[in-house]
């Protein structure tokens, strides 16, 4: 049993961005270093150079800043175990590798491409469950192997899986999962070109960087018992895993950019808050006793356990997250909230509009409630940003009546007298208006809406004149008198 300061890594393979998955498995890392005075590395496992994809690197590190999952040691944080990209740790790797030959826990094979796929499809024909290598180069001697590198034939390591118990793994996720070694193939550790694979390279640095635990995606389990051979043959000790379970979608296929966004920087560029994303990624896979759902970075790191992790897969469900964002959004300091909406106002048709803080704060309290992003005080609402042009049909049709064009007449002239009036006079003004013509105030405030936003919908009527304020709703009144007659008109 692992007793000392907890170690989790991090370890993406760099694709161009961060997916969702990895986000999760960064993030459950995150939680349990930080929850158990542990250290949070990330590692870079970039030793395919077929899938180099420049830009990745730095793509993956901002994105993991932008969540606020800061990593204590890795790339440009430097530890005492570095270099954390495994691009530059080659030497080491082959050190190992020769010391599992050395010891007949690993051999040199020099088959041909030719022959492995002969031999695949020999194995096939035969039905075989499944296709494994022969071990035929294991019985090569000293002097055919020395021939054989002499004459310059190229050739990989492979691990020398010997025949003996099966290999079983305490997965604290998975409980125990136990794999025969009937059905693990003597894997290939260092390729052809000198590289090591995943499973050479993973084994060796963990092993290296004193990690603890190893969390990672399910995907991997079946690789993990190669994992463990390597560890015995190097008697090293084997950390403690925790495979995660895996993320579906809603139809239960496992997550796939076919059915929707996988790449955290897609959510982030779509206007998701980090803590909504963090707070979302978080229940993919795990929850409280309570079964609470709302939680910032905080109290995850209190809250978080290994133990409570799922085995089940996790369905992604993105109206979730939008409940969570805006759930979240509605917890933010409205100063945060206000420097993303200019943010935004920046990027709209509207940039060019001066909005003093105190007028877009006025916005974002009415709206508070009935947005879930950022940019829908601008989607929404952009009656807070520009004049209506068209004016809502559905609500003409059933609200505008014969006396509207009168009734609105009457309340500019009541408005008209007051000096700075503020939401409560807008409403008292209407109620005055009403009683005169002995109305209700619906039949006022309805047409009033539409004629000053153009939509149905929105804030209270009165927060939404106080806003605007008495000159702009005046405006905005006799604007509207010239078109939604004629637009009623036309209606019937
Ligand atoms: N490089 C692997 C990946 O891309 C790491 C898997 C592991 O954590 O062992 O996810």
Known sequence: MINKTPRVRFAPSPTGYLHVGGLRTALYNYLFAKKNGGKF???????????????????????????????????????????????????????????????DNAYRCFCSPERLADLKEQQQKAKLPQAKYDKHCLHLSKEEIKNNIDAGISHVIRLNVKAGESVVINDIVRDRVEFSREVIDDQILIKTDGY?????ANVVDDHLMGITHVIRGEEWLSSTPKHILLYNAFGWEIPIFAHLPLLLN??????????GDVAVEDYKSKGYLKEALINFVALLGWSTTENDEFFNLNDLIEKFTL????????????????????????????????????????????????????????????MLERVSFVKDYIDNSPYFFER??????????????????????????????????????????????????????????????????????????????????????????????????EIKAKLG
Not at 77 to 88: A, I, L
Request: with cysteine; net charge negative.
């Open 250 to 259: 809603a139809d239960r296929s496992k997550l796939s950019k076919r059915q």
């Open 196 to 200: 090591p694979t995943y499973h050479m």
């Open 307 to 366: 133990e409570r992790v799922h085995k089940a897969g996790a369905i992604f469900n993105v109206e979730k997250l939008d409940w969570i964002n805006a759930e979240h959004l509605r917890k933010l300091e409205k100063s945060a909230i206000l420097k993303m909406l200019r943010e935004n106002l920046a990027e709209s048709k509207y940039k060019d509009l001066n909005y003093t803080d105190e007028y877009l704060l006025l916005v974002i309290a009415a």
């Open 41 to 103: 590395i990330l590692r870079i496992e970039d030793t395919d150079q077929n899938r180099f994809v420049e830009g990745a690197v730095e793509n993956l590190i901002e994105t993991l800043n932008w969540v606020g999952l800061e990593y204590d040691e890795g790339p440009n944080k430097e530890g005492n175990v570095g270099p954390y990209f495994q691009s530059q740790r080659l030497d080491i790797y082959k050190k190992y590798a020769d010391q599992l030959v050395e010891q």
């Open 388 to 485: 209506p042009t068209t004016y809502d049909e559905e609500v003409i049709k059933k609200r505008w009546k014969e006396d509207s064009v009168q009734l609105l007449e009457k309340y500019i002239i009541k408005i008209s007298h007051l000096e700075n009036p503020k939401k409560e006079d807008f409403e008292i003004a209407l109620k005055q208006v009403a009683e005169e013509a002995e109305c209700g105030a619906g039949r006022i405030i309805h047409p009033l809406r539409v004629a000053t936003s153009g939509s149905g919908i929105g804030p209270g009527v009165y927060d939404l004149l106080f806003i605007l304020g008495k000159d702009e709703v005046i405006a905005r009144i006799n604007n509207s008198l010239e078109v939604i007659p």
